[in-house]
């Protein structure tokens, strides 16, 4: 059974830092296509950041370039997202994405709730 299992949200005071994980299980982890992403309640979920199966490429959402770094660790089947200077602005539910390009190969996990207090 495909999961992709979040962790390292919570509340945060504005100016902080945090770094979220995501741990794959039930498919190839190092084929895919890996982002995180986050949703604001009644908006739609956007893109913060993307990073290509072996890791050579990365790519960021405007808003948040110079705040992020996104990694991962193919042997442990892991993403992670490091996030500095937090805003409230930042408060949004952030999830983990996996992707080979086709629906049939798009997952997603639970999600992980960050709060950003001023």
């Known amino acids: 059974q495909v999961q992709l299992v979040e962790s390292g949200g919570g509340l945060v005071q504005a100016g902080g830092s945090l770094r979220l994980s995501c741990v794959g299980y039930?498919?190839?982890?190092?084929?895919?296509?890996m982002a995180w992403y986050r949703q604001v309640p009644g908006e739609e979920r956007e893109l913060m950041a993307r990073?290509?199966?072996?890791?050579?490429?990365?790519r960021y959402g405007d808003w948040v370039k110079g705040r992020a770094t996104i990694s991962r660790d193919n042997a442990k089947n892991a993403l992670y997202l490091e996030l500095n200077n937090l805003k409230p602005e930042d408060t949004a539910v952030y999830y983990c994405?996996?992707?080979?390009?086709?629906?049939?190969?798009?997952?997603w996990g639970q999600g992980t709730q960050v709060t950003v207090s001023s």
């Open positions: 994405n996996a992707d080979r390009g086709s629906p049939v190969y798009d997952y």
């Open positions: 039930g498919f190839v982890f190092s084929s895919y296509d």
């Open positions: 990073i290509t199966a072996t890791g050579g490429n990365t």
